[in-house]
């Protein structure tokens, strides 16, 4: 089936810091979705792209639909430390109206 | 509004026995889910609801079954559970199937011993 490369897997950033994460495929994507998960909770959504080349913002955050439909990325800018936990992308494909397909996460970790 | 809600939190198995474990929405959606989540993997679909009397395999069907009570519960069985279905299982709501937003409980943390 359809993977989701999602890099780096886990990132140690300095408060303050911008941080850069993205996610590939070899197949083309519909929807991409970019959710975040506190310890002990569900994944919440943060982010949802819908066309090729669309740029959205939600506060310090923008991700990108990659043009060619095939990667996405996110952007966190001025980094907090309530920005820590693990960072999901998740790609709805052509072929099904409900399964997502997900990345294995970016887990971001504040340095003391 | 307590949006997506699941029981139990956490459930310790031995192989063999099987559970339910429950999930409602309050939020009017019409479809459900049911992912497994394992350490340094994504969210793998086990069971969809697209609506009201519908169920679907997804990824990782086998060693489940659901259930469809009605527009609010999703329910999902282990019949018989194996070591292998160590994971948290979480339950998801959309308004419909679609690039619409998906709404996710807290969490069933299962191990089987």
């Known amino acids: 089936g359809q993977q989701l490369n999602q890099s780096p897997q886990s990132m140690f950033i300095q408060e303050g810091e911008d941080v850069s994460m993205n996610c590939t495929s070899s197949?083309?994507?519909?929807?991409w979705l970019w959710y975040k998960q506190d310890p002990g909770e569900g994944p919440v959504l943060l982010i949802a792209l819908y066309k090729a080349g669309e740029l959205t913002s939600n506060g310090r955050l923008t991700a990108q639909f990659g043009i060619t439909r095939k990667d996405s990325f996110l952007n966190i800018s001025a980094s907090i430390p309530s920005d820590v936990g693990i960072y999901f992308c998740?790609?709805?494909?052509?072929?099904?109206?409900?399964?997502?397909?997900w990345g294995a996460g970016t887990k971001l970790i504040i340095k003391p | 509004n307590a949006g997506v809600t699941q029981t139990p939190k956490f459930q310790v198995l031995k192989t063999g026995q099987s559970m339910t474990l429950q999930c409602a929405q309050d939020?009017?959606?019409?479809?459900m889910y049911w992912y497994r989540q394992d350490p340094g993997m994504g969210l793998r679909l086990i069971y969809y609801?697209?609506?009201?009397?519908?169920?679907d395999k997804g990824e990782v069907p086998n060693g489940y079954n659901v259930s469809r009570l009605n527009k609010r519960e999703f329910s999902l069985r282990l019949e018989s559970a194996a070591p292998s279905q160590t994971s948290v299982y979480f339950c998801a709501s959309s308004e419909r199937g679609g690039p619409y937003e998906q709404y996710f409980g807290p969490g069933t943390r299962l191990t089987v011993t």
């Open positions: 998740a790609g709805l494909p052509p072929y099904s109206n409900y399964q997502l397909i």
């Open positions: 197949s083309i994507f519909n929807t």
């Open positions: 609801s697209a609506s009201e009397g519908t169920t």
């Open positions: 939020m009017n959606h019409n479809s």
